[in-house]
């Protein structure tokens, strides 16, 4: 089977890599910060934090970070 790659490159306007720099820079703080408490979570207690208790964090995080 043959395997191949496809490169594709867009050019957003102004307004498009605005919105596009907020929305990486939410997702890698929301990662960042999860991992965070995860870790950290580990390093005290020597257990996992489940996903669905991070995801419940969400809620609280997006009310204290607009």
Known sequence: ????????????????AELL?????SARFVWN???AFRTEAYRQ???????????KR???LKAEYP
Do not use: C, D, I, W
Request: no cysteine; aromatic share 10%; glycine share 6%.
């Open 33 to 35: 910060n999860s991992l």
């Open 21 to 25: 720099a907020q929305s990486f820079g």
């Open 58 to 60: 969400l809620v609280a």
């Open 1 to 16: 089977m043959t395997k191949r790659a496809y490169k594709k490159r867009f050019y957003p306007t102004p307004e498009q």
């Open 45 to 55: 207690h020597g257990e996992s934090v489940s996903p669905s208790a991070v995801e």
